[in-house]
C-alpha cells in the first residue's frame, strides 16, 4: 500500500496489547465491531501506540492506548481527552445543517478506562479512507492540487477555531486563563523532567534544550494580548501528517491525533501548521519529524505564508496581518523542541512507540536553537 494512504504505515505489533482480552471486550460492549478483530501497528504516533484493526466482516477500525509503563507527564497520552473533544464534535456535526461548516472528524465508538482489560486505557475510532501525507510537500500532488490542499486545511483550521467551546459542551474541557502563559509554565516544567531522563544503556541524561532558562524568560516578558480572539478549541498538534485527505479530492475528511486538545488561543494551531515555513532549506531532507527539518520554499509549496494568514482570516472573520503571529511562530518551534526532546526522553526509557524515535529525539537541539533565531529576528525587526 502506498505510504501516502491511511493504512500505509502499519505493520507487525511492536507495542504488544493481549488480543484476546480485547475481543472479549469489544465482544461485550459495542455491536459496532463484530470481534473478533485482528490487529496490526501504525508506524506513525509518536507518543500513543495506534493499532489498525479489522473485524470478521472486514471493516476496519483504530485503536489509541497509552504507553505501558511509568509516565513521565501524569497529563501527558490523555486518550480520555481525545474521546471526549471527538465525540462533542461528532455531536456537532450531527445538528449541523451546512456541511460546509462541519468539521471533519472520525466518529468515536468505545472508550475503555479499564486498565485490566489491556493494560492501559484506549478507545475505539472509525477509520477513514483517504490519504495521509508523511511530507508536507506533497510531492505526488501537482502544484495546484498542493495549494488546495493547503488552503483547506487552512479553511478547516479557522472553523474549528470559531467554534465557541461552550455551546459544544466542553466549557469546562480546559482553562479559561490565557493559554500561553500556562503552555510555558507546564511545558517547562515537562522539559526540565525530560532533560533529567537517563538512557537505561548509557546511563546519560537526555539533556536540555540549548538557552532552555533564556527562551523562557523571553516567552514569559512577550506574551500576545489573548482577549481579542477569545477562547476557543486549540487541537494542539494541527499539521499537515495529522490530516486524512479524500482519496482524490483535495479536501480534509479527518482531523487526527486530538492527544493535546484543550481551550486557548486557535493561533496556536495556525503557528503549528506553517512550522515548516520556520526551517531552512539547509537543514535536512524531508519532513520536520520524520527525517530532519527543511524548509517550505515555494516551490515546493506553491503558497505564501502571507496567503495562508489571508485565507485563515477570511474564514475566521479577523484583521489581517496578524500582528502577534512572530511570537506564536517562535513559541510554537519551541514547543516543537519540547515534544521532540520528550520522543528523545520516551526512547531513553525505551518507551518510544516509533519506529524513528530514536532519530526524531535528536531534532530537539537544533529546533531550539530555531525558535532563538526566530524572536531575536523579529526584536531585531521591529516585529514585537
Same mark, same amino acid.
Given at each position: ?13 511492536? =507495542? ?131 495549494? =488546495? ?166 474564514? =475566521? ?27 528523545? =526522553? ?39
Amino acid at each position: 500500500m502506498s505510504p501516502t494512504k491511511i493504512g500505509g504505515g502499519y505493520g507487525e505489533i511492536r =507495542a504488544s496489547i493481549p488480543i484476546g482480552a480485547l475481543n472479549e471486550y469489544l465482544s461485550q460492549h459495542t455491536h459496532v465491531i463484530k470481534a473478533p478483530v485482528t490487529v496490526k501497528q501504525f508506524q506513525y504516533g509518536q507518543s500513543n501506540p495506534t493499532y489498525f484493526l479489522t473485524d470478521v466482516l472486514g471493516i476496519r477500525f483504530v485503536l489509541r492506548k497509552k504507553p505501558s509503563g511509568t509516565l513521565l507527564s501524569p497529563t501527558a497520552h490523555a486518550i480520555e481527552r481525545e474521546f471526549r473533544v471527538l465525540s462533542a464534535l461528532q455531536l456537532y456535526n450531527e445538528h449541523t445543517k451546512d456541511d460546509t461548516r462541519k468539521i471533519p472528524i472520525p466518529n468515536p465508538i468505545i472508550l475503555c478506562e479499564d486498565q485490566a482489560v489491556i493494560g492501559t486505557s484506549f478507545y475505539v475510532m472509525e477509520f477513514l479512507e483517504g490519504r495521509i501525507f508523511a511530507d508536507f510537500k506533497m510531492p505526488q500532488l501537482s502544484p495546484s492540487e498542493r495549494k =488546495a490542499c493547503w488552503l483547506d486545511a487552512v479553511r478547516v483550521l479557522a472553523l474549528l477555531g470559531s467554534l465557541n467551546p461552550g455551546d459544544l459542551g466542553l466549557e469546562t474541557f480546559g482553562p479559561h486563563t490565557a493559554y500561553f502563559p500556562r503552555q510555558i509554565k507546564s511545558l517547562a516544567r515537562i522539559s526540565r523532567l525530560q532533560a533529567e531522563a537517563v538512557d537505561v544503556d548509557t546511563k546519560q541524561t537526555v539533556g536540555p534544550i540549548p538557552y532552555f532558562e533564556e527562551s523562557i524568560q523571553w516567552y514569559s516578558t512577550h506574551l500576545p494580548h489573548e482577549s481579542k480572539v477569545g477562547t476557543r478549541i486549540v487541537h494542539g498538534d494541527y499539521k499537515i501528517d495529522n490530516l486524512v485527505f479524500h482519496p482524490t479530492e483535495t479536501r480534509v475528511i479527518g482531523i487526527l491525533d486530538w492527544e493535546l486538545c484543550t481551550l486557548g488561543s486557535p493561533l496556536a494551531d495556525l503557528g503549528n501548521l506553517t512550522l515548516p515555513y520556520n526551517f531552512g532549506p539547509s537543514i535536512a531532507t524531508t519532513g520536520y519529524l520524520s527525517e530532519g527539518l527543511r524548509g517550505a520554499p515555494q516551490e515546493a509549496i506553491p503558497i505564501t505564508l502571507g496567503e495562508i494568514e489571508r485565507e485563515y482570516c477570511q474564514v =475566521a472573520k479577523m484583521s489581517y496581518p496578524i500582528k502577534e503571529m512572530p511570537f506564536v511562530r517562535s513559541w510554537m518551534t519551541f514547543r516543537l523542541a519540547i515534544i521532540s526532546q520528550g520522543i528523545a =526522553a520516551r526512547h531513553a526509557r525505551r518507551q518510544a512507540s516509533s519506529l524513528s524515535a530514536q532519530d526524531q529525539g535528536k531534532l530537539f537541539h537544533k529546533l531550539g536553537l530555531i525558535a532563538r533565531d526566530i524572536y531575536i529576528e523579529a526584536r531585531d525587526g521591529s516585529q514585537l
